[in-house]
């Protein structure tokens, strides 16, 4: 995702308190966020499984699918 992207899934997930639906590129896997690292440009995200992972900026991207 672009920076822009990026900005405004951070501002929505820590200002708006709204978990954004993320698809990771690299292995298709979906995960909604619940906080972003500015420093890494890392999102961090609730997979469908209920397992926590951290994906970085460049690997994911929002999705359109109903938040949980």
């Known amino acids: 995702m672009t920076d822009t992207s990026y900005d405004k899934v951070c501002y929505r ?4 308190e ?3 639906p993320l698809r990771n590129m ?3 896997q979906l995960g909604y966020s619940f ?4 420093a ?3 999102v961090q995200v ?3 499984n209920g397992e926590l992972d951290s ?6 991207a929002e ?3 109903e938040p949980i």
Not at 13 to 16: A, D, F, K, L
Not at 35 to 38: H, L, P, S, V, Y
Not at 55 to 60: G, H, V, Y
């Open 55 to 60: 994906w970085s900026r460049d690997e994911c």
């Open 46 to 48: 609730r997979l469908t």
């Open 26 to 28: 690299k292995n298709g």
């Open 13 to 16: 997930t820590e200002q708006r």
């Open 35 to 38: 906080g972003c690292t500015q």
């Open 40 to 42: 890494g440009k890392t």
């Open 18 to 20: 709204e978990s954004v």
């Open 63 to 65: 999705t359109f699918s």
